[in-house]
């Protein structure tokens, strides 16, 4: 089975700091990954997804970035936080090439942008 | 557009009562449904899914959910709650496109009164 790790568990940066946040996959090779953001009462917002080393899709403009630089790894970047990036943000992944599949979630990392 | 509707941003009941969550989708294709269950400050865990066939599945933690095509609907059910029930639920549909991805709900969450 699929194991998404995700760390740090929270993270308090400045407004204008840089953002890294990291997920690695157990358990299956060439996954398909995603970026959720969940902020209070808006439900889970897909951010990024990734089917393969280096391709990156965007669901939504904004401040953050993706990227894939190894098959297990998927990274959430930001040069410039803003206040309004705080949240939970979510890595979660699933087989490749099974398209009803459910998504395995990591535990999250909570970011407070002060 | 696909879109998941949970109009119920919360729901109170007493333990030992039935519950039913409510959750309607909009998807032009045959939908793959989900329902997850997040704890306080964790990731999410499928409760169960829905692909095809019976229209009644059936979850883990004894909760099942009927899928009504006609209703566009997948609620989720349980007869009896327990006090570590209270969370919050998410129902998502799954989409194919050029990739898959799951769209979710905004999310119910459930208190349960001793």
Do not use: M
Not at chain 1, 55 to 69: C, D, K
């Amino acid at each position: 089975s699929q194991t998404i790790h995700q760390w740090p568990a929270t993270l308090v940066q400045p407004v204008g700091s840089p953002l890294s946040l990291e997920c690695t996959v157990e358990g299956t090779s060439n996954p398909n990954l995603y970026w959720y953001r969940q902020a209070a009462g808006r439900g889970l917002q897909l951010l990024f997804y990734s089917v393969g080393i280096g391709q990156i899709s965007s669901e939504v403009p904004q401040n953050l970035s993706a990227s894939r630089p190894q098959d297990r790894q998927f990274i959430l970047s930001s040069k410039k936080l803003l206040l309004s990036d705080s949240g939970f943000y979510l890595c979660a992944g699933t087989r490749p090439g099974v398209y009803n599949s459910p998504l395995h979630f990591g535990n999250g990392t909570r970011l407070t942008v002060t | 557009a696909q879109s998941v509707t949970q109009p119920d941003i919360h729901i109170t009941v007493s333990e030992g009562a039935s519950l039913e969550l409510r959750c309607n989708y909009s998807y032009g294709a045959t939908p793959y449904l989900f329902w997850y269950v997040q704890s306080p400050g964790q990731g999410l865990q499928l409760l169960l899914k829905y692909f095809s066939g019976d229209t009644l599945v059936q979850g883990i933690k004894g909760f099942e959910a009927e899928f009504k095509r006609s209703q566009s609907s997948f609620n989720l059910r349980k007869p009896s709650v327990h006090w570590s029930d209270a969370a919050e639920y998410f129902c998502a549909v799954g989409v194919r496109d050029s990739s898959y991805k799951l769209i979710f709900g905004s999310g119910t969450r459930l208190l349960v009164r001793p």
